[in-house]
């Protein structure tokens, strides 16, 4: 486990050994929600007008800001320990479909400042609040090829996305967040860009920060889209030795309770974190999945109880309410316990 010599970084992985951390609950749901129209979405900018842009979410961080700023608020309020940015697709491989790569920089950029004036106008502890630079696995995937007929053609290369992650890791920590998150992860080579990426930012300028990576299981196989079983996930990234590893979005809390089990059991000296979708996808409801906020949250309960996690949240069709009920549920229950050598060097 990495040691760290910033105060902010130190205190937040002091307070993992403390408590269980609750991060925020889905932002592209809570953007569905505000039912936006493509007029907003362009909202006092100047783009050409040969393209949609309504869904891509990351351009709000410059055209509709308050709005993003209010999502992070009723996260905090719901009681978020750690708000994410609204970066999942701000990388220039993603906004290339929308011929935005020119605006990358100033995404991440003012999607932390707006993250950050959430965190200062929310009167609580501001110290046990931390901002995380969320890093999407972009659009396109290093390790399958989108042509049958050519199985040995790839449409990005291992040097594309680390160029488009360490322009992304740039921006977001010269602007001021606490924590990177790599999230979403259906392809480990795509998540191996961005570790490398990540480190190598971190060796020029002679800074660190603590790192989460989270990947994503796809169907009930336990595998990844790219192919890979939970352990030879964890197997392949355990060397960039993050903070904290865990799984996100595709199963609701349920599904994938044996593959969280599993990686709290094969990395017990790494913090596990987990951040379900709110069920299944259920195209009739409000949110598009089945799950309320009861059930997604005593799911969760069972996951502390069983001293499996030490960071829950929600990703898709979780709302403040979701991360409410979560931070009940959750309140009284002790963080999963690590090694007793990590727990010597944490103290």
């Not at 970066?87 to 932390?112: D, P, S």
């Not at 920590?173 to 190598?200: H, Q, S």
């Not at 990395?267 to 987990?274: E, H, S």
């Not at 709110?278 to 069983?306: I, R, V, W, Y």
Request: with cysteine; hydrophobic share 40%; proline share 5%.
């Amino acid at each position: 486990m990495t040691d760290y010599t910033d105060t902010k970084s130190k205190h937040f992985k002091k307070l993992l050994t403390e408590k269980i951390l609750i991060l925020d609950g889905a932002m592209g749901t809570m953007i569905q929600l505000e039912n936006l129209s493509e007029e907003e979405f362009q909202k006092d900018l100047d783009l050409p007008q040969d393209k949609f842009y309504k869904g891509n979410n990351e351009l709000l961080n410059l055209s509709q800001p308050q709005i993003i700023e209010s999502i992070h608020l009723k996260y905090l309020q719901a009681g978020a320990n750690i708000i994410e940015t609204n970066t999942f697709g701000a990388n220039k491989i993603a906004q290339k479909e929308y011929g935005l790569e020119h605006l990358v920089k100033a995404m991440n950029r003012r999607a932390v400042e707006v993250a950050i004036s959430a965190k200062q106008k929310y009167h609580q502890n501001r110290d046990n609040l931390f901002i995380a630079g969320a890093l999407g696995p972009t659009s396109k995937t290093a390790s399958i090829g989108p042509d049958v007929q050519n199985p040995g053609y790839r449409n990005v290369s291992f040097e594309d996305l680390r160029q488009a992650y360490y322009e992304q890791v740039e921006a977001l920590v010269t602007a001021g967040v606490d924590i990177l998150l790599i999230e979403t992860i259906f392809d480990t080579l795509n998540a191996k860009a961005a570790i490398f990426a990540t480190e190598e930012y971190f060796e020029d300028s002679a800074r660190r920060l603590p790192v989460m990576i989270s990947g994503t299981v796809t169907d009930a196989s336990g595998r990844i889209l790219s192919g890979q079983t939970v352990k030879a996930f964890w197997y392949s990234v355990r060397h960039a030795k993050p903070i904290a590893v865990g799984l996100n979005c595709a199963l609701g809390a349920a599904l994938m309770r044996p593959y969280i089990q599993e990686l709290a059991t094969i990395a017990p000296d790494t913090f596990i974190v987990c951040y379900p979708n709110a069920g299944l996808p259920n195209p009739m409801s409000e949110t598009g999945f089945d799950e309320d906020p009861e059930t997604t949250s005593t799911l969760l309960k069972e996951f502390a109880q069983s001293d499996l996690v030490n960071i829950v949240g929600g990703c898709c069709g979780t709302t403040p309410k979701h991360i409410e009920a979560i931070v009940q549920a959750v309140k009284d229950c002790p963080p999963r316990t690590l090694s007793d050598s990590y727990l010597s060097l944490a103290n």
